[in-house]
């Protein structure tokens, strides 16, 4: 990431090696938890997130990345 002063910090994209290990570990399904303690499952509109925050230190590794659909992400 750029940190420069007056600009805008761009990071660079996942690698697609990267994110097909995420799709595949959690196998295409949104792996948020719901208040029932199951997890939510959906197949559609699926982001792959970081479990701790680039910004906060977090890392590219997958054990930081977690699939969830568009409305748990």
Known sequence: ALLFPGTVNVRKPLPAATLHAVRL?????????????????????L??????PVSEGGTNELANLITYCRAHH
């Open 25 to 45: 570990r959690d196998h295409h399904s949104c792996q948020a938890m719901r208040p029932d303690g199951n997890k939510c499952g959906s197949k559609r509109w």
């Open 47 to 52: 982001e792959v997130h970081h479990r701790r």
